[in-house]
T-cell receptor, first 113, second 115 residues
Framework: GDSVTQMEGPVTLSEEAFLTINCTYTATGYPSLFWYVQYPGEGLQLLLKATKADDKGSNKGFEATYRKETTSFHLEKGSVQVSDSAVYFCALSDRGNTGKLIFGQGTTLQVKP | NAGVMQNPRHLVRRRGQEARLRCSPVKGHSHVYWYRQLPEEGLKFMVYLQKENIIDESGMPKERFSAEFPKEGPSILRIQQVVRGDSAAYFC?????????????FGSGTRLTVV
């Protein structure tokens, strides 16, 4: 079945460092890909998405490119801030089927001043 | 412009009691999804509903769990005879369709603790 694998955390960075969180997927068909962020005690917020190969999603300085050839959707940010500390989830949805999301296990990011 | 509203935010139940979790989707959204997040884990799909219909319940335990999304009112996730293993955060998400092109809006979740 479809699945998503994220790099294990926690990831600890200093402020203004470069961030990469790896995400790879296995899917039949052509899924949409998402990154969600979860702050402590809260629900998930959509960070960015891409719906087809070579699309680049971007928001708040974060970027991810849908790479069909490597089945990847790595999250990057050039300069992280303390306020970026959260748990990040990569997910795919089976477009046009039920649309349910399949999540990776999440990666905790901690940014220190 | 309210988002997805879930209540209660926190729910404590003794073993054997019933838990009822409510989800009001974004206005105009007719697709509702329920997910469960166990401690230190990602979210797992439970059930997908449209108004008055269960479309996919492949992620929901066969016993004790049920879900509905009536014509009027919120979607309800019901857990009968709760056990300690049901302790988790339950999230509801809504969308305009099942394509997902516009993403899914999540509620803040209900954190169920079974004592």
């Amino acid at each position: 079945g479809d699945s998503v694998t994220q790099m294990e955390g926690p990831v600890t960075l200093s402020e203004e460092a470069f961030l990469t969180i790896n995400c790879t997927y296995t899917a039949t068909g052509y899924p949409s890909l998402f990154w969600y962020v979860q702050y402590p005690g809260e629900g998930l917020q959509l960070l960015l998405k891409a719906t087809k190969a070579d699309d680049k999603g971007s928001n708040k300085g974060f970027e991810a490119t849908y790479r069909k050839e490597t089945t990847s959707f790595h999250l990057e940010k050039g300069s992280v801030q303390v306020s970026d500390s959260a748990v990040y989830f990569c997910a795919l949805s089976d477009r046009g089927n039920t649309g349910k999301l399949i999540f990776g296990q999440g990666t905790t990011l901690q940014v220190k001043p | 412009n309210a988002g997805v509203m879930q209540n209660p935010r926190h729910l404590v139940r003794r073993r054997g009691q019933e838990a009822r979790l409510r989800c009001s989707p974004v206005k105009g959204h007719s697709h509702v999804y329920w997910y469960r997040q166990l401690p230190e884990e990602g979210l797992k799909f439970m059930v997908y509903l449209q108004k008055e219909n269960i479309i996919d319940e492949s992620g929901m335990p066969k016993e004790r769990f049920s879900a509905e999304f009536p014509k009027e009112g919120p979607s309800i996730l019901r857990i009968q005879q709760v056990v300690r293993g049901d302790s988790a955060a339950y999230f509801c998400a809504s969308s305009t369709n099942s394509i997902g092109d516009y993403g899914y809006t999540f509620g803040s979740g209900t954190r169920l603790t079974v004592v």
